[in-house]
């Protein structure tokens, strides 16, 4: 009822440049003048951007074309990062945990203060929809570069954001989003709905504090975890209930409103593709929407902006089902991840705009004068194994070449060689955008500019992006949010075995590599008596043999020098002629020409010390060295270990106490990394020995968190 009065009261005074606030549970309303004129303009000429990673780099990049002044802040863990060498000032505002640095409000004001900024621009996450930061930076004459506080409260709590969608014409899925959250009512609520439904945290985003849960069987656990998410994430583990609509499509629209009462969209967006509930491809426009449709879908996102007296950069996403019929789902009250693609099409910078609205000026364009030209894409870069249900890494970014950048190919990225993927933060390493003229044209480019990108020292989902954009349903455009897991054999198909080819070209990087390391002997003649090789016969031909290892198979190239500077390459009982030359090292990596069997090609390869990565037009192969039986007798493994951490985290919650009998696949410790939950499982049925950690404690990828006994009939999953 509070949501509804508050709209109506909106409508009347809108133009009037007042803010209607609800106070004490509906039973006070205020209606006051706004202490912004909004005829007034303030030019910003330095800004605090309250963020880090690739946004922060985003909002630095235009305001340096813009001429404004920029300060970062960072945590400790964040003291070398790429955000705070490009800024013009930095302050450390604590500890690597974002309760302790990012979210800390106080702070970044206190440092927007003695820094002279007179905005703080928030990014997305962290504090770009936290209400009472907005109200803050206003109550202490600091610009907020996003909406007004009301809005984003109102558009922050799903249940009230339903409630004024309603009340103004906006198509809702209608769920439950009531006061009383016992367990008890929302089990109750969810049976009335009926399954599937979706458990979602009202002040929910980016998948946090969302479970999808199938069957009644799943709910009680699906909403405790949900609950702890949420908590987590949002202070808050308020929950709704919704009916899911199957394979449905995810559309969300761009907008954009001013203090002079103007507001438009900017086309729509498609985000359907997605693991975890997160977007991983996103592309504009969506495809198979119709003119009609386009435009049904950008008047509902303006009407459900200006409900709310928004101002500034917002997205309104929609579910959509087959039929082309879309339902609000949320408002996003801030810059989204995948704003480049929007620029893209529409030939705008974003950020910009968001810098002239809150300085007061008008927006750039009007809604006849935004047009619609080509096609883009975004894929979203990140530290994670597919192959292991998207497990996120943390780590260090030994190697990393981007793609060759153009008038259409972008890279938004917040990290370089040699950094460092934090297991506090978010594990996108960067987000590469191309656009073209049409949707077919735009597609080819993503995968040819994905091949380039290199990367080694974590495991990577550029390969999985690869195989998603060539997939052939998505090529047509048949896109929805189930598709990971319709398709999932074939994104994530069983690895074949190392071609004969690939074994050469590998072979012939390695001994590349090992001859250059050669060149500072006494002669350059590798036949000379005085040239250092091991294994060197006088009168006979040198030959080495390699060991490869693949996915745990190991593979042995006898390699046969040839006087012309050509090999042999045995394998098998296969003999195969190869030739090839370094043209180009930089960075690490090595670009060669190849003839393998008179077959010309060219790749780049990235030796490690244990490791040789090698990166084709067609594929990325990484290849171990294995250790020599003497190095491998060394290492240990602790006696009676079980299950191990999958990556470095916190403790959340133990499931298990020492002498306790568990089954194979019964939850042994939840663990909390990269801002997830992750559960780890008993391998076996077996008897907890002892459990190593207590909730709170850091720990390392691979460490023992419990020790098990296997029962005599235990066999792991």
């Known amino acids: 009822m509070a949501a509804l009065l508050r709209s109506k009261l909106r409508s009347l005074f809108r133009g009037r440049n007042i803010d209607i606030i609800h106070k004490n549970r509906g039973v006070d309303w205020v209606i006051c003048a706004r202490r912004w004129n909004s005829h007034q303009v303030q030019p910003i000429t330095k800004v605090l951007i309250a963020n ?26 964040d003291k070398h990062s790429r955000h705070v060498a490009m800024a013009d000032e930095a302050y450390n505002i604590g500890p690597p945990p974002a309760q302790q640095s990012y979210l800390r409000y106080d702070e970044i004001l206190s440092r927007a203060r003695s820094s002279g900024a007179q905005a703080v621009h928030p990014g997305y996450g962290f504090l770009s929809e936290n209400a009472e930061f907005s109200l803050l930076c206003q109550e202490q004459g600091v610009i907020f570069i996003g909406p007004p506080a009301q809005a984003i409260r109102d558009m922050g709590i799903k249940s009230t954001s339903k409630a004024i969608m309603s009340a103004a014409g906006v198509p809702i899925i209608h769920g439950y989003h009531g006061d009383d959250q016992s367990d008890a009512r929302l089990k109750e609520e969810a049976d009335r709905i009926g399954f599937p439904v979706m458990i979602k945290a009202v002040r929910g985003g980016g998948g946090k504090g969302m479970r999808l ?24 583990d308020v929950m709704l209930i919704e009916k899911y609509i199957i394979t449905p499509r995810h559309v969300e629209v761009q907008v954009f409103c001013d203090h002079h009462d103007n507001a438009v969209y900017l086309f729509e967006r498609d985000c359907s593709v997605q693991r975890r509930h997160q977007k991983i491809i996103e592309e504009a426009p969506a495809p198979g929407i119709d003119s009609a449709v386009r435009q049904r879908l950008g008047e509902a996102a303006v009407k459900a902006a200006q409900a709310v007296n928004y101002v500034g950069a917002g997205t309104v996403e929609f579910i959509m089902d087959s039929q082309h019929d879309f339902y609000f789902m949320e408002m996003n009250t801030r810059l989204q991840v995948e704003h480049p693609v929007t620029e893209m099409i529409t030939g705008t910078d974003l950020v910009e705009w968001q810098f002239k609205v809150a300085s007061g000026e008008r927006l750039p364009l009007l809604q006849p004068d935004i047009t619609l030209s080509g096609h883009s894409f975004e894929a979203r870069v990140y530290a994670e194994d597919p192959r292991n249900d998207f497990l996120p890494g943390a780590g260090p970014l030994l190697h990393l070449t981007p793609p060759t950048l153009d008038a259409d190919t972008r890279v938004e990225t917040g990290v370089r ?44 989902n550029l390969e999985f992006l690869c195989n998603l954009a060539m997939h052939p349903q998505f090529q047509s455009g048949d896109v929805h949010t189930d598709f990971i897991p319709q398709h999932e054999g074939e994104l994530l198909p069983t690895l074949r075995p190392p071609g004969s080819d690939d074994l050469c070209r590998a072979a012939l990087a390695l001994t590349l590599t090992q001859d250059n390391k050669q060149q500072s002997t006494l002669t350059t003649d590798r036949y000379s008596p005085f040239h250092s090789f091991k294994g060197f016969v006088t009168n006979s031909s040198m030959s080495r043999t390699i060991k490869l290892q693949y996915h745990n198979t190991d593979y042995e190239v006898n390699v046969t020098y040839n006087r012309d ?6 394998i098998g009982d296969d003999t195969h002629h190869v030739e090839g030359r370094v043209c180009e ?7 060669v020409v190849a003839l393998v069997n008179g077959v010309k090609c060219g790749y780049h390869y990235v030796p490690d010390t244990h490791s040789l990565h090698l990166f084709t037009k067609d594929a990325m192969l990484h290849f171990t060295l294995p250790e020599p039986a003497y190095v491998r007798s060394t290492h240990s493994v602790p006696e009676g270990s079980g299950a191990e951490a999958p990556m470095a985290g916190v403790i959340e919650k133990l499931h298990v106490q020492e002498g306790e009998e568990v089954e194979a696949g019964q939850p042994l410790v939840v663990m909390i990394a990269m801002k997830m939950e992750h559960t780890i499982r008993s391998p076996a049925r077996c008897v907890v020995n002892k459990v190593l950690y207590n909730v709170g404690d850091s720990v390392q990828r691979g460490e023992p968190l419990v020790q098990i006994e296997l029962l005599d009939d235990g066999s792991a999953e």
């Open 417 to 460: 060689q040699g950094d460092e993927v934090s297991v506090h933060y978010d594990p996108m390493i960067a987000k590469l955008v191309v656009w073209s003229k049409d949707r077919s044209t735009a597609l080819n480019k993503l995968i040819s500019k994905l091949r380039e990108y290199h990367i080694v020292g974590l495991n990577t």
């Open 585 to 591: 090292n930089v960075g690490g990596r090595s670009e």
């Open 565 to 570: 500077g050509s090999y042999q390459m045995k």
């Open 52 to 77: 880090r990673g690739e946004i922060a780099c985003r909002v630095m990049n235009t305001a340096r074309r813009l001429g404004i002044q920029t300060v970062a802040v960072y945590s400790d863990a």
């Open 213 to 236: 849960c199938m069957t009644e069987g799943e709910f009680e656990g699906a909403l405790e975890s949900a609950r702890r998410e949420a908590m987590k994430s949002f202070n808050d």
